[in-house]
């Protein structure tokens, strides 16, 4: 019974942090829970790159613009 009591405790405890994180992500604009694609899409990224790097890729695909500004060459 202990244990049930401690593994769920430990579930709980990951749940909550799980909910911290992505209500700071939502907080600063990283996570748009009103787009499911663009959200599911952060999910992959994460998985894949870390979250570093799902961050700058996030920037870039809701700024192309700057991006194509930035990378563009000639005087």
């Given at each position: 019974m202990a244990d049930t009591l401690s593994g769920f405790r430990q579930k709980l405890s990951r749940v909550a942090q799980m909910t911290?994180?992505?209500?700071?992500?939502?907080?600063?604009?990283?996570?748009?829970?009103?787009?499911?694609?663009v959200?599911?899409?952060?999910?992959?990224?994460?998985r894949v790159y870390g979250p570093?790097?799902?961050?700058?890729?996030?920037?870039?695909?809701?700024?192309?613009?700057c991006l194509r500004l930035s990378t563009s060459v000639g005087p």
């Open positions: 911290k994180a992505v209500k700071r992500l939502h907080d600063t604009g990283i996570v748009d829970l009103g787009n499911l694609g959200t599911l899409q952060t999910m992959k990224n994460s570093q790097a799902t961050m700058t890729i996030q920037g870039v695909a809701s700024t192309q613009h």
